[in-house]
């Protein structure tokens, strides 16, 4: 191969579980831009324990894990559900020293996902999370034309630009295009529900496992005038003179100051103040200006 290295692959995570087969490459070279040659087909597995059909996609991983519900406080995700890897593909590679886009065919590698609490440990606070989802799963139809997806109404073959996918220099799979059928994939208990096409199976996945990072567990974890609170589903340290309502003065409480982009702080409110939340101020927020809460102008739109 001179050397020749693809960039994309790199994008493979190491937090998962760190087995990996050997693959097994098919015969015959396909030559990819007129400058790297690539071996087609193959099986096997290369990253996070992540194994890889014979068409290049990303199989599902079964066993123990301990993720939880990707909220805050999320509880945790029942072993019948399985952990679904996600690829992360680019038609850029690296060849000789530059880079090079051939968009017949894509470098993919495994993003980074994580199957135990333990794994999550480059910071502090750190948890694996997860999305947890139950649908029903057919298998790949191939096809060349409309005309071979027949086995659910208006199913359509996709054309693709790409013709190769690729997991390395040396392993790559046809991109074989397979049938699309609209209202697929809907929600279920068992096998039994899934009988839009042959084969239907129930799958309880989880997808987007990943390492989430909070900034805090608890207001000792921050500044004095900090507050520990979550939002957008992580815990940050946010700007406070109040942490309770025992911290204001009689009668007053101690309030979220949500601005134009989201969270912004907690404070007691005042007898002074002009506003509560944003139905007072017709659109805009109701900010807190360091002495009382009052409205502002409308938040711009978001670009």
């Known amino acids: 191969m001179g050397g020749a290295t693809v960039a994309g692959a790199a994008g493979r995570g190491t937090a998962g579980q760190g087995g990996a087969n050997a693959g097994r490459a098919g015969a015959g070279d396909t030559s990819v831009g007129g400058a790297l040659s690539l071996a087609t087909g193959g099986w096997g597995n290369v990253a996070n324990g992540a194994g890889w059909g014979p068409t290049g996609e990303l199989d599902p991983i079964p066993g123990e894990h301990d993720i939880l519900e990707a909220t805050c406080e999320g509880a945790p995700i029942g072993q019948e559900y399985v952990v679904q890897p996600n690829l992360i593909c680019s038609h850029e590679y690296s060849l000789d020293g530059g880079t090079r886009i051939d968009p017949t065919y894509v470098v993919c590698g ?163 103040d002009g506003c509560s939340s944003y139905d007072d101020c017709n659109g805009g927020p109701c900010n807190y200006d360091g002495s009382s809460f009052q409205c502002a102008e409308p938040c711009p739109p978001a670009r």
């Open 110 to 272: 495994v993003a980074d996902y994580c199957m135990h609490q333990s794994e999550c440990d480059a910071r502090p606070f750190g948890r694996c999370e997860g999305s947890p989802g139950v649908g029903c799963y057919y298998p790949r139809e191939p096809c060349t034309t409309d005309a071979d997806c027949t086995s659910a109404p208006d199913g359509k073959c996709p054309s693709y630009t790409e013709t190769l996918r690729c997991e390395s220099s040396d392993r790559c799979w046809v991109v074989q295009p397979a049938c699309l059928y609209p209202n697929l994939g809907g929600g279920c208990a068992t096998d039994a529900d899934c009988t839009q096409r042959p084969g239907g199976e129930c799958r309880r996945t989880i997808t987007f496992a990943r390492c989430i990072y909070d900034e805090c567990a608890a207001d000792s974890d921050c500044a004095a005038d900090e507050h520990c609170a979550c939002s957008n589903d992580q815990r940050r340290c946010y700007p406070a003179n109040c942490r309770s309502d025992a911290d204001c003065a009689g009668g007053q409480s101690c309030q979220e100051f949500i601005g134009c982009r989201g969270l912004a702080g907690f404070y007691c409110t005042t007898p002074d």
